[in-house]
């Protein structure tokens, strides 16, 4: 028979006597194994110095290497990430955490954070990386640089000219009133943003929304072509100045016009008014259509069954960093004939569509990193609990997961709507 050989008796990091005595107790050979440092002291802290000393990135110093970011991180599900594994990259050194794709990978969920005994904000981490990265030139994806040009060009991620924004409402089949032609007080004024105001499905929810809006007798405007992206985005993408110049040129405008609330149809609108606007004196009673309607469900005239299954995603910037969970559940669960089942993964540990963060425009470059998109993924879940409908309350999510129904081979099994289209085609008059 082989001789069984001890893995620790020649190891150069361990220390072992062949006896000891402690406390008058006699410890012979392994029972007085100990080992030197731990191996981190064998790497030099450079890297992760570089990192913690960018502003912003301070805490990644304070990560302990527990793990719980691991297991709630929506790209580890689909790939390799986490900010225990970026941690471990810059504190062992071999990667440019500034040149490297991890910098781009995260979607700014917060699920991590949610979870983190000791505070590491990757909310915070990420956004001043990319932003360093982008002030000193280092590689920036070129479809989320395109982005950016759109944005910085035509004050719209995709492009699209200013004179178009309000083109929607020409098939909204009520009166949608645009403050720049009648610039009267307003009791809400309505920030429609990009999506909405330019994709085809974006621009099908915000005629259903019109319309609901309308019927309930809401005194509301909108600003059309002097609407800009609020670029709460962009700006966790690293491109803070972009962000800057737009949130001091749309509270410039909305300076202009007398009105009680905004209502937003985006929920990365909601966090830009809500947490960033005010600290350039923007300061709005800000609140999501969701929970706009939902105060008023009783008023909505649901009368028109919907006779399947819907399940619901929460959105990362409704849910976790905006606290909102109950107001689409309300409302889902007011349709007749609707039977409304969660997936496994919801409310605070919702899983991410992968467009946050500057997501929305890294898909290619994503998708070099990841088994499946976290898109696909999320239709998996969706189709799993047997729900004919998947609905959403952000733009965002409307095109990824249509797109992630065709790709997962899911289509005629999962439709996805808005909400607000739901809610729209079970009123009575509609």
Known sequence: MAE???????????????EAEVEGVSLPGQ???????????????????????????????????CGKCTGVCPVDIVGSYSPRKIYREAQVGGVDLLRSPNLWLCTTCMNCLRVCPKD?????IMPALREHAVAMGKSVPPELAKAFENTFRHGNPLGEPARKRADWVADAGVPVRVLSKDPAPVDILWWVECYPSYTPRGKDASRALARILTALGVDFGILGSEERCTCDSQRLAGERGLFE???????????????????????????????????????YETVHYTKFLASRVERLGLRKRIDATITFHDPCYLGRHNGE?????????????????????CRENSYCCGGGGGGMWLDSFTGDHVKERLSERRVREAVETGAEILAICCPYEVSRFEDAVKT???????????????????????
């Open 325 to 345: 969970y109950n107001a689409p559940r309300v409302l889902i669960q007011a349709i007749p004939g609707a039977r409304f089942v969660d997936m496994p993964r």
């Open 245 to 283: 110049m737009l949130a001091e040129q749309n509270i410039k405008t909305l300076g202009k016009y007398q009105f009680n609330r905004v209502l937003v149809t985006d929920p990365h609108a909601l966090n830009a008014f809500r947490v960033h606007y005010p600290k350039f004196g923007g300061t």
């Open 4 to 18: 069984q050989l001890d893995p620790y008796a020649r190891h150069p990091k361990v220390i072992e006597k062949p």
């Open 120 to 124: 590491v904000n990757m909310i915070e």
């Open 31 to 65: 029972w007085n194994r100990m080992f030197e440092q731990r191996v981190i002291f064998d790497y030099a802290q450079e890297g992760l110095e570089e990192i913690t000393a960018i502003p912003g990135a301070e805490s990644l110093g304070q990560c302990y290497q």
């Open 408 to 430: 997962t081979g899911n289509t005629g099994k999962l439709v996805v709507k808005d909400i607000a289209e739901l809610l729209n085609e079970a009123r009575e008059d509609a």
